[in-house]
């Protein structure tokens, strides 16, 4: 009886599975594939036909299908089947071959289907958890029917949460498979000069060695105002282009699993500026705290502000010092955020705290070294930076983490930060990652 409902278990298990893989055929990516046609039945002798049957078909082009029938005459029939389809595709011929052009796939149609993709394979999943509820209560009957012992029972109930986890995988598989399907499409779908770009980015990620992405990296974001000016915009929407690129950034570095991010978001100088521009730079400061703080808390990030905060309007001290204690447990990642930052500064403030406490008898004169003075620093506990990103062709560090860059290595980009993307970054940690670190050896 156990061995039959298990195999039962696993056949709808298996059917489930199938059916996705059947279901996501269907999704037609902008490739041609002959499975496209696998729905078309044709009139043939007064009985409905898969077209396969009444003919040859083929894909000799990438966004081509040609259809030759064995017999001429079935082409105004195969015709009529296709435009009667869901295929949405107008057919041509020239009365021998009908020929149908696969569309190109957009981005947003792409991103349209991925969705549909992710909606399929989580029915799926549900009907597989479906089937394991049905079989844990199929075993209980047995169990309290005296059919089968209680261990029994914890011993299928075990090999049944087996099949489970086996089959939810396979669903993921299939899934992951139809959605790299559609993201090479949609390359083939952008004009020639952007997919090259796209791909060229693309290959640095593939390229990166995992293992040995940088601990700590810190970039100067810059370069806001003059986007905004190239584009004859005011500075402020430079600024506000440029926020998003923070929650870009933030969130491709956690998935790169960087464990310190550290972002220059205003420096000690940046009060030279126009009060109108620092206004708007508070606001874009306390929309962001707003609209990700549950996001980051979401995904165990741990906020940590360098510089001196309590300068600032006391909404966005306010802002800040929730935001600090809401992941202040949180380890999965650090987001160090430099606000009324010098790195000059920085040191200063360090070595008055180390006087204070050797006053104080808290440490001796002969404690200080280049290790424990990190233990003043804003960074205190994190790896010294590894690599320093600066965005926007300016070569200097613009009094930026002095000391704790003392061995970094440094990748200047002419990118403007509003348009510096994931794909920039994955070419940073590339070139990174071809470097030799010698640390003053050999």
Do not use: C
């Not at 195999?7 to 279901?23: P, W």
């Not at 299939?174 to 952008?190: G, H, P, Q, T």
């Not at 550290?262 to 705290?289: G, Q, V």
């Amino acid at each position: 009886m156990i061995s039959d409902l298990k195999k039962n278990t696993e056949s709808r298990m298996q059917k489930s599975v199938s059916s996705l893989s059947e279901s996501l055929q269907s999704i037609r990516a902008g490739r041609a594939n002959t499975s496209l046609l696998d729905k078309i039945f044709v009139d043939y002798y007064g009985q409905q036909t898969p077209l396969n049957q009444v003919a040859s078909l083929s894909a000799p082009e990438p966004r081509l299908l040609a259809i030759q029938p064995w017999d001429v005459n079935l082409i105004p029939d195969i015709e009529k089947a296709i435009l009667k389809s869901d295929l949405g595709i107008t057919p041509s011929n020239d009365g021998k071959v009908i020929r149908l052009v696969i569309p190109q796939l957009t981005e947003e149609r792409r991103k349209d289907l991925t969705k549909l993709v992710g909606k399929d394979a989580e029915e799926a999943k549900v009907s597989v958890r479906n089937i394991r509820r049905d079989a844990m209560e199929d075993i209980k009957k047995a169990e309290k029917a005296k059919e089968i012992s209680e261990d029994d029972k914890v011993s299928f109930e075990e090999d049944i949460q087996k099949l489970t986890d086996k089959y939810i995988k396979e669903i993921d598989k299939v899934a992951e498979s139809k959605e790299k399907e559609l993201m090479e499409i949609w390359f083939l779908a952008l004009d020639y000069s952007k997919a090259i770009f796209l791909r060229s980015f693309m290959n640095y990620y593939n390229r990166l060695d995992l293992d040995r992405i940088p601990r700590h990296v810190g970039i100067i974001m810059d370069g806001n105002g003059r986007w905004a000016k190239k584009r004859n915009m005011p500075r402020t929407l430079g600024h506000k282009e440029g926020a998003k690129r923070v929650v870009d950034i933030v969130e491709t570095a956690y998935n790169l699993n960087i464990k310190s991010l550290t972002l220059y978001a205003f420096s000690t100088e940046n009060w030279k500026r126009p009060e109108e521009e620092i206004s708007k730079l508070m606001d874009l400061l306390a929309f962001y705290i707003k609209t990700q703080l549950q996001r980051i808390k979401k995904n165990n990030i741990k906020i940590n502000v360098l510089g001196d905060y309590n300068v600032f309007p006391e909404l966005i001290v306010k802002l800040i010092e929730d935001a600090l204690q809401e992941t202040k447990s949180n380890d999965k990642m650090i987001l160090n955020i430099a606000l009324n930052y010098g790195g000059q500064s920085e040191i200063v403030r360090a070595t008055k705290n180390i006087v204070k406490d050797i006053l104080n008898e808290n440490i001796l004169l002969e404690d200080i070294n280049t290790q424990s003075f990190k233990n003043y620093l804003y960074t205190k506990g994190q790896d010294d930076l590894d690599l320093l990103i600066r965005p926007s062709g300016e070569l200097r560090v613009s009094n930026f983490l002095l000391y704790q860059l003392a061995y970094s290595e440094f990748y200047f980009s002419n990118v403007l930060w509003p348009d510096f993307n994931e794909y920039e970054f994955y070419k940073a940690i590339y070139d990174f990652q071809n470097r030799n670190r010698r640390y003053g050896g050999l």
